[in-house]
């Protein structure tokens, strides 16, 4: 099997449990006893630990030189933690399964991530193609775990989520160790340097933050103006097909445009899409800017994604952890919480915030793209 393809299949394993758990950890834990504020607790528990343990094992990563082992390790530790989701007590032991599941599954993902850049500079396979096996299993397990918590309740999807966290493990266990000889000088601090890496933390914050209210509230909002559960599913869908599409296919366009015009395209079709979602509920006009996930998420990931693979590889884990949380983790977080009063307060126009975030980021971009033209990339 190629290095590419054990990428592939790394990734198609990690996102497969965020396909089984995003839709359903909320009710394993509701069948479980917990209130409303007892499960947003729970789950924002996971998140804060996640923001703070990421960057730490990604530093201890590039100081041991060997992210393989570590990608390893969290990912099997993870499979057994999960488990916890199904039987420990009470609301006290599962605030301690979230805190210890979130410590050692927060740098799946960015670590992978900072592999497959490795190996990509290395054995010369694109990036996108591999990432987006983990887009297109992300849909075939929510669907899978659609039908088996019909057949067999809610708590299946932690047994689920636990076996692909362990296909994980097996899985990283093949990818290339990659080492770094001399590796784990300048700390924290190191990327920070880096003017790209600076003015990317911020625009990754704006642009994926931008996405709050869409994942957090648009099928309260589309129910609301009487779209039907199905319909709402399509229109979710298609957002993550052209984002694999994207990731397929997006090469030449990735070369063309570099990170500066990729993020600044991003925003752009920010604006739009979130300007549209506001103004109108018409369905042709919001399949028509679903279309636009594959700019306002995708375009965005593959141009972070240059500019991280661009890091000294010393720095390559550092930095991935470091962008995955301050870059779009706390903003994320953030502005998932102050969607809540605004969704309350502005129902569907809450979206003219989400575009003016975009905004905000243009000139960010054009920054970001004179930066990278200086140093000629």
């Given at each position: 099997?190629?290095?590419?393809?054990?990428?592939?299949?790394?990734?198609?394993?990690?996102?497969?449990?965020?396909?089984?758990?995003?839709?359903?950890?909320?009710?394993?834990?509701?069948?479980?006893?917990?209130?409303?504020?007892?499960?947003?607790?729970?789950?924002?528990?996971?998140?804060?630990?996640?923001?703070?343990?990421?960057?730490?094992?990604?530093?201890?990563?590039?100081?041991?030189?060997?992210?393989?082992?570590?990608?390893?390790?969290?990912?099997g530790?993870?499979?057994?933690?999960?488990?916890?989701?199904?039987?420990?007590?009470?609301?006290?032991?599962?605030?301690?399964?979230?805190?210890?599941?979130?410590?050692?599954?927060?740098?799946?993902?960015?670590?992978?991530?900072?592999?497959?850049?490795?190996?990509?500079?290395?054995?010369?396979?694109?990036y996108?193609?591999?990432?987006?096996?983990?887009?297109?299993?992300?849909?075939?397990?929510?669907?899978?775990?659609?039908?088996?918590?019909?057949?067999?309740?809610a708590?299946?999807?932690?047994w689920?989520?636990?076996?692909?966290?362990?296909?994980?493990?097996?899985?990283?266990?093949?990818?290339?160790?990659?080492?770094?000889?001399?590796?784990?000088?300048?700390?924290f601090?190191?990327?920070?340097r880096?003017?790209?890496?600076?003015?990317?933390?911020?625009?990754?914050?704006?642009?994926?933050?931008?996405h709050?209210?869409?994942?957090?509230?648009?099928?309260?909002h589309?129910?609301?103006?009487?779209?039907?559960?199905?319909?709402?599913?399509?229109?979710?869908?298609?957002?993550?097909?052209?984002?694999?599409?994207?990731?397929?296919?997006?090469?030449?366009?990735?070369?063309?445009?570099?990170?500066?015009?990729?993020?600044?395209?991003?925003?752009?079709a920010?604006?739009?899409?979130?300007?549209?979602?506001?103004?109108?509920?018409?369905?042709?006009?919001?399949?028509?800017?679903?279309?636009?996930?594959?700019?306002?998420?995708?375009?965005?990931?593959?141009?972070?994604?240059?500019?991280?693979?661009?890091?000294?590889?010393?720095?390559?884990?550092?930095?991935?952890?470091?962008?995955?949380?301050?870059?779009?983790?706390?903003?994320?977080?953030?502005?998932?919480?102050?969607?809540?009063?605004?969704?309350?307060?502005?129902?569907?126009?809450?979206?003219?915030?989400?575009?003016?975030?975009?905004?905000?980021?243009?000139?960010?971009?054009?920054?970001?793209?004179?930066?990278?033209?200086?140093?000629g990339?």
């Open positions: 099997m190629s290095v590419a393809w054990r990428f592939a299949l790394c990734f198609a394993a990690q996102f497969a449990t965020a396909g089984v758990l995003m839709p359903f950890l909320p009710a394993v834990l509701a069948g479980r006893g917990l209130s409303p504020g007892e499960i947003a607790t729970v789950l924002a528990l996971g998140s804060a630990i996640r923001l703070l343990a990421a960057p730490a094992v990604g530093r201890g990563a590039d100081g041991f030189g060997d992210a393989r082992s570590i990608l390893v390790l969290a990912a530790l993870t499979a057994c933690t999960i488990t916890g989701f199904a039987w420990a007590p009470g609301l006290a032991g599962l605030l301690a399964i979230a805190a210890l599941h979130a410590l050692v599954s927060a740098p799946v993902v960015p670590l992978s991530d900072a592999l497959c850049l490795g190996a990509a500079r290395r054995f010369g396979f694109d996108g193609r591999a990432r987006s096996a983990g887009s297109a299993s992300y849909i075939l397990a929510a669907i899978l775990a659609g039908f088996a918590v019909q057949w067999a309740g708590t299946v999807v932690i689920l989520a636990s076996a692909f966290f362990l296909l994980t493990a097996l899985a990283a266990r093949g990818l290339p160790r990659l080492e770094v000889a001399g590796s784990g000088r300048g700390g601090a190191a990327p920070f880096d003017p790209a890496f600076r003015w990317l933390l911020p625009l990754s914050a704006l642009i994926q933050g931008s709050a209210l869409y994942y957090g509230f648009s099928t309260l589309w129910q609301a103006v009487g779209l039907s559960s199905g319909v709402i599913g399509l229109l979710w869908g298609e957002g993550v097909v052209v984002e694999v599409a994207l990731f397929l296919w997006g090469r030449r366009l990735v070369d063309r445009l570099g990170p500066g015009g990729l993020a600044l395209l991003a925003a752009v920010g604006v739009v899409r979130w300007g549209v979602t506001a103004s109108t509920n018409w369905l042709p006009a919001l399949a028509t800017v679903q279309l636009l996930h594959a700019l306002t998420f995708g375009a965005m990931h593959l141009g972070a994604m240059r500019v991280l693979g661009g890091m000294p590889p010393s720095q390559a884990a550092t930095a991935q952890t470091l962008h995955a949380s301050l870059g779009v983790g706390l903003a994320m977080g953030l502005l998932t919480y102050a969607c809540g009063p605004l969704y309350a307060a502005c129902g569907g126009g809450g979206f003219w915030a989400m575009a003016a975030l975009c905004g905000i980021a243009l000139p960010v971009a054009v920054k970001l793209r004179c930066v990278l033209r200086q140093r990339a």
